[in-house]
């Protein structure tokens, strides 16, 4: 009697979902980007013209934060959150793998998932650990903040410097530019991905 075939792992019979999911937060974190990039444009052009800027800094700081949060959702539907399952290791490679995502992209961060998904001791250890005799700088935008302000950037909470694009959230540098273009890489990816799985979706 002939065996019977070998059953795929769950996780690759269910591969689309994984995908779909993928593909949401891609959206929410390139949405989340563009409306920064207004917000942006939009307060830069009141400056230029003498104005005070119409968008509170704290909606940019919103709009960031989102990007943050779909960009850890991202790590960790890529990188196994536990080293002690074996299937979840093998599904987050069979998904790098198809997504043409490697250890060296920007997404790939502990410290971006912790800060989302631990804020609260995060958030505890870092006023603990403050080095910086207790200046704490939040919400701040400008051309090169860190200089600006005169502290360490440790001492930052949330501050963007325009100058280098860099976000700064509890101490932690973030390269928004190179972020973006790797969440554009797996969105395009998944998009091409899911299109083969179900040609109905390039229609």
Known sequence: MPAAPQQAPIYVQRIELYLTQIET???????????????????????????????????????????IHNCAMLYKMLWPIKKNKPYQIARCERLRRILGVDDNSLINSKSLRNAIEHFDEKLDDWIQNQTCNGHIVEACIGDNVFS??????????????????????????????????????I????????????????L
């Open 148 to 185: 600006e302000y005169g502290v360490k950037k440790e001492s930052f909470f949330s501050a963007y410097s325009r100058a280098t694009k860099i976000y700064v959230f509890m101490g932690e540098e973030y390269r928004l530019e190179p972020m973006v273009r790797d969440v554009e890489h």
């Open 25 to 67: 937060y891609c959206v929410h974190a390139l949405n989340a980007i563009h409306t920064f990039s207004q917000m942006e444009r939009q307060n830069f052009n009141d400056v230029v013209n003498g104005r005070r800027p119409a968008i509170p800094a704290q909606a940019e700081f919103q709009a960031l934060d989102a990007f």
């Open 187 to 202: 969105f395009e990816k998944v998009q091409k991905s899911l299109a083969e799985r179900d040609p109905r979706r390039s």
